[in-house]
């Protein structure tokens, strides 16, 4: 299983409706930033994003059997002109 949120990196608040990719699976975060996701035993492609601000990319998690991965992800704003 995963777990996590997605925070704003400079006020530390929880982002609602943040969007989380595992294995190109897209799952969405609750109105305080929290997913989780079952998934079996296996490596995983994670990416963590929201409109506006930069994604993150975790190319190959480990998962295994019975385990539950907690991951907290920190998002910049992304402040280059539109």
Do not use: C, W
């Not at 995983?44 to 991965?69: C, H, N, P, T, W």
Request: proline share 4%; net charge positive; hydrophobic share 35%.
């Amino acid at each position: 299983m995963i777990t996590g949120t997605i925070k704003e990196l400079k006020t530390n608040r929880p982002l609602k409706v943040g969007v989380i990719s595992i294995n190109k699976v897209l799952i969405t975060t609750d109105t305080l930033g929290h997913f989780r996701y079952e998934i079996p035993s296996g490596k995983y492609s994670i990416r963590a994003g929201f409109i506006g601000y930069y994604r993150i990319d975790i190319a190959k998690l480990k998962v295994r059997r019975q385990e539950i991965v907690d991951i907290t992800f920190y998002v910049k704003e992304d402040e280059r002109p539109i």
